[in-house]
């Protein structure tokens, strides 16, 4: 049975400012994903506590917000059979010296904060993610 689903993907300030946008969106295409929506936008300080509202109790939300809102961003929806879990093996791990070879974040990662994207880790938050930057 079809599964085709909808996940948010960002291509983070790191590997915007890389301009590495275009040769992401070729990686995420060529793995067969249709990019339904994108938009390259600059959070403020604020919007990224919002969406990283999650991580609100974590020691690193203050630094990651402060990042994720320190450039531009491209923001996407990625549709795919089973697009939630297909996105997130071509991240690999969050922490890009843990990231498998072929990964985006093991090709452009420079740490775990700069680890180039960020993906839905889940069905129900793919759609809160992509309501939070796609609300119309
Ligand atoms: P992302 O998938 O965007 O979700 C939250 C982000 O927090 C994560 O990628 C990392 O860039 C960042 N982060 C920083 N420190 C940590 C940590 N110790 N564990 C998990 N994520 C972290």
């Known amino acids: 049975m079809s599964n085709i689903q909808q996940t948010l993907s960002i291509i983070k300030p790191d590997a ?16 067969g994903f249709k990019i339904v929506k994108e938009k390259k936008i600059q959070l403020t300080k604020s919007e990224a506590e919002q969406f990283y509202k999650v991580h609100e ?35 690999g791990a969050t922490n890009p010296k843990d990231a498998n070879e072929g990964t985006i974040r093991k090709k452009f990662g420079i740490s775990i904060d700069k680890n180039s994207v960020h993906g839905s880790d889940s069905i129900d938050n793919a759609t809160i993610e992509i309501n939070f930057f796609f609300k119309d």
Not at 16 to 31: Q, Y
Not at 60 to 81: A, T
């Open 16 to 31: 915007v400012e890389r301009n590495l946008d275009s040769e992401i969106k070729e990686i995420f295409i060529n793995k």
């Open 57 to 91: 109790t974590k020691p690193f939300y203050n630094d990651l917000c402060s990042y994720l809102s320190s450039g531009p961003i491209l923001v996407m929806i990625l549709e795919k059979e089973n697009a939630v879990l297909a996105n997130r093996e071509v991240m």
